[in-house]
């Protein structure tokens, strides 16, 4: 087999992730599940966070794809696409976890971006972050972002819709 299937399958999955987790954050997270990523949105100082549990949830669908592609696991059942989307969920949240956790939220490593792409990232999350509760807010993704300019008027239209409440230092 050639080397570029499963390349592209592992891009696919990747891309397809940012899909998955953005409907996740908003209607799960944001949603019945937010019992587990309350905290998040909370000022602490611990080290792990009730969210980390969706970082579970994560790694038990790549295991699963893992699993579902191993003929030692599944004999003849075996799909061996499986594996490569295992690889892609895995690289999925490699990238999340530099990002939004190392990047953003600075649990890993300390650096403030000046310009560029890094910059739009963190400016996104944090106004994701500018809504008080589970209602309302914006930039759900973790790796695409859309430019502050266009969050912060679409959290002022939700503010003054009543749709969500919106900290006093968001800017909107």
Not at 6 to 14: G, H, K, R
Not at 127 to 137: P, V
Request: aromatic share 12%; proline share 3%.
């Amino acid at each position: 087999m050639s080397v570029a299937l499963p390349v592209l399958i592992v891009l696919a999955t990747i891309l397809a992730m940012e899909g998955v987790a953005w409907g996740s954050h908003k209607y799960i997270m944001h949603g019945f599940g937010w019992g587990w990523h309350r905290d998040h949105h909370e000022p602490h100082d611990k080290l792990m966070e009730k969210n980390d549990l969706y970082a579970v949830v994560g790694a038990v669908l790549s295991i699963s794809m893992f699993a579902l592609g191993s003929p030692l696991v599944m004999g003849d059942a075996a799909w061996w696409p499986a594996t490569w989307i295992g690889v892609g969920v895995l690289g999925y949240g490699i990238i999340y976890t530099l990002v939004h956790d190392g990047l953003v939220h600075q649990r890993y490593f300390k650096w403030v971006p000046k310009s560029g792409y890094a910059k739009r990232l963190v400016q996104a999350h944090k106004l994701h972050h500018a809504t008080i509760g589970k209602e309302g807010g914006v930039s759900f993704g973790f790796v695409f972002a859309r430019e502050p300019a266009k969050l912060k008027a679409e959290l002022k239209r939700q503010r003054e819709a009543g749709i969500a409440v919106v900290r006093d230092s968001a800017g909107a």
